[in-house]
């Protein structure tokens, strides 16, 4: 089987690049937008560049049976484009429906698409976990993005053969994750006090090694075809639970301290940082019957496992 992976370079594609060159299974094709630091010796490296709605796939896509599309605009700290919105929709949704417009011409049989729950929204109460027949309510354009892009690509399914599996992943975590889970790990390292033994959320995760493994399901499952799998590692933890796990397993200080949650929201609306306030104390739970009962995946590794392998010095 003929895989192309885009976002190679990438915290999700380099991974999935990696475990797919270990299997005699695959031949693979991986883009980026940047030269690779680590080259796969037996992946073949194609062009590098922005990926937009102008992009030419046609060379590229000869003979590929699988895409799976990692590559987005995300994960942008200081923020300087002059229209943010714009940008992410250029590149998060133009350039998907126009790889999956490529992939039609070019006989392509499956497009794996990596969106986010953020198309379903930040925040959930806390008995009534994301399922995939949520209205979407994004919050931000990088999902709202996403959105875009999920909603092409089913008109692009139903006009043509090429089947389409959107994945909608929570926080992504693991060695080297970026955004905030990363930022996390910096300041647990650094001995920093954070004042969240108070919270009292739940959150759903999904390790990086259960989101490949739920990937690899997912190209080549039959019952994937032309559906949306929201996904998470099956087990939900609180924020002071899993800073406590992290501090435990990389043998740092835990030094949680107690302030009243109201206090702590007028403090975030003070910096204005209520969003990533909210994607850190907030209750975001995600129900994965689906992927379960459709695709028989259970993620194969537990909160414990995934959070011990999170840890690298």
Not at 132 to 145: F, G, I, K, R
Request: charged share 20%; proline share 6%; aromatic share 8%.
């Amino acid at each position: 089987m003929k895989c192309l992976i885009t976002g190679a370079n990438g915290f999700v594609g380099s991974r999935l690049l990696g475990v797919m060159s270990q299997s005699e299974q695959f031949d693979l094709v991986a883009h980026s937008r940047k030269e690779p630091v680590i080259l796969i010796s037996n992946a073949e490296y194609l062009p590098f560049g922005i990926i937009d709605g102008n992009t030419n796939w046609s060379p590229i896509l000869k003979n590929i049976d699988v895409v799976v599309h990692c590559a987005a605009r995300a994960h942008i700290m200081n923020e300087r484009a002059k229209d943010p919105r714009e940008e992410f929709r250029k590149i998060n949704c133009n350039g998907t429906l126009n790889l999956a417009q490529h992939c039609v011409k070019s006989g392509v049989k499956r497009f794996i698409y990596l969106s986010t729950i953020g198309v379903n929204g930040i925040k959930t109460d806390l008995g009534v976990p994301f399922t995939e027949n949520d209205t979407p309510h994004p919050n931000n354009s990088y999902a709202l993005s996403k959105l875009e892009a999920e909603e092409g690509l089913k008109i692009i399914a139903k006009n043509s053969t090429l089947e389409v599996v959107i994945i909608r992943p929570p926080l992504i975590y693991g060695p080297k994750a970026p955004g905030n889970f990363g930022s996390l790990l910096k300041i647990l390292k650094r001995g920093i006090p954070l004042p969240l033994s108070g919270i009292h959320n739940k959150r759903s995760l999904i390790s990086l090694d259960n989101l490949i493994d739920f990937i690899l399901t997912c190209i080549s499952h039959p019952r994937a075809a032309n559906e949306i799998f929201v996904i998470s590692d099956g087990f939900d933890i609180s924020t002071p639970e899993l800073i406590r796990g992290l501090t435990f397993s990389a043998k740092w200080p835990n030094r949680l301290f107690y302030v009243p949650t109201p206090v702590l929201s007028l403090i975030a609306k003070f910096f204005g940082i209520e969003e990533k306030m909210q994607g850190l104390c907030g209750t975001l739970r995600i129900d994965i019957t689906k992927a379960k009962r459709l695709l028989d995946w259970v993620p194969p590794l537990s909160v414990d496992q995934s959070i011990r392998a999170a840890i690298v010095e």
